[in-house]
Structure formats: C-alpha cells, structure tokens
C-alpha cells in the first residue's frame, strides 16, 4: 500500500527558505523506476508542478521557479525534500507530494497536501 | 513549455447528461496524458492515464478519447457524486503542464 505525506513549517516570512518533507511507504526511492514529484496549489487555484526526484537522483524542475528549487531525497528513511528559497508571498499553497515510476509517471498516489503559508 | 489549454472552465449539468471536458495541447503530447477529479479539501484523484486507460476502482461511467491534439474526458451518465473540478495533465515532455481545470456542478 502506498501512502505518502507531506509536512512542513506551516507559516514562514517573506524571504525565508520552505523546506518540505514528503515521508512514503509503499516503496523505496532506491528501487529501479521509483521517483517523486512535488505539486502545488494556490487556495482556489490550478495545480502546478514543481519537481520530480528519481531512484537514480536525476531531477527535473520547473524552469519558472527552477533558480529557487531545490529537490532531494534520504532513501533510508523513505523521504523526499523540496526546497524553496526567497519565498514571498505568491508561494502561499498547498504543497503535495505524489509517486511517479517509469511506467506510470502520471501522479497515481498522492499525499493529503501540506498548507503553506507565507506572510510578514 | 506545452500549453494545456482546458475547456470548459466550468460546466453546469444535470444528473443523467453526458458531460464531456477537453484539453488541447501546444505540441505533440503522444498519449502521454492523464485526468485528474478534485474535490473540495481533498488531494487530486487519477481518473484517466496514457489519455485512455481507466484507473483501477474508478467508475466505468468515466472514459477518455483522443483525436489529434485534444484530448477529452467523458461522463457517460453524470451523477451527483461527480461534481468537481476536473484537471488534465501531461507528462510528455518537462515542465510537466496541468490544465486550468474545469468546475463541474450540478444544475
């Protein structure tokens, strides 16, 4: 069964750096095809892709915030990092984390999503 | 980066109509398309992966089609359970690209 869950400061100041965590089961991201995404959501908003994270390490970001993103992962404890850096208050969403493999890099499973709000 | 340009941007119907949602993409996309239901407070749901393929436990009342560079998802039989919003994505190509999405209520 595949679980996943995202945690994180819940409010940060403007300029700060958000560091989110996305703890799974279900699978290893030191397994062959294994990787994570990162999602976001503004509150009554459209989705948007953030990162994903690869069994390999590869990683892929979006160009539109890639400066400012950082994505990693500790495969012994079965957790995913997303780090953003200089935040204002545009990035104030719901962040989620969700599973892709090689055969299925569609999203199939997500977490229940961390708010983040960002505010002086 | 390829534009998903969804439409409707919302949609009211009644219980018992078709519904069908569309997506076109800026550039050649493949099948590499799947549909996602969102209600309210809740994470997004897979409907629909590879533009076609229905995902396990969703309802068959759900389908997806292709004809070139749209890429619709139809409810055969709309029932109140299915109001939502609805985004498409694709995976083909980094930055990865959602929809706008596309609120379904009930009339």
């Known amino acids: 069964q595949v679980t996943l869950k995202e945690s994180g400061p819940g409010i940060l100041q403007p300029s700060q750096t958000l560091s989110l965590t996305c703890t799974f089961s279900?699978?290893?991201?030191?397994?062959?095809?294994?990787?994570v995404g990162w999602i976001r959501q503004p509150s009554g908003k459209g989705l948007e892709w953030l990162a994903n994270?690869?069994?390999?390490?590869?990683?892929y970001y979006n160009p539109s915030l890639k400066n400012r993103l950082t994505i990693s992962k500790d495969t012994s404890n079965n957790q995913a990092f997303l780090k953003i850096t200089n935040v204002d208050t545009a990035d104030t969403a719901t962040y989620y984390c969700?599973?892709?493999?090689?055969?299925?890099?569609?999203?199939?499973?997500w977490g229940q999503g961390t708010l983040v709000t960002v505010s002086s | 980066d390829i534009q998903m340009t969804q439409s409707p941007s919302s949609l009211s119907a009644s219980l018992g109509d078709r519904v069908t949602i569309t997506c076109r993409a800026s550039q050649d996309i493949g099948n590499y398309l799947s549909w996602f239901q969102q209600k309210p407070g809740k994470s997004p749901r897979l409907m629909i992966y590879g533009a076609t393929n229905l995902e396990d436990g969703v309802p068959s009342r759900f389908s997806g089609s292709r004809s070139g560079s749209d890429y619709s998802l139809t409810i055969s039989s709309l029932e109140s359970e299915d109001t939502a919003i609805y985004y498409c994505l694709q995976y083909d190509k980094y930055p990865n690209t959602f929809g706008a999405g596309t609120k379904l209520e009930l009339k």
């Open positions: 994270i690869w069994w390999d390490d590869d990683k």
């Open positions: 279900g699978f290893s991201l030191s397994t062959y095809g294994m990787g």
């Open positions: 969700a599973r892709i493999t090689i055969a299925a890099p569609w999203f199939a499973y």
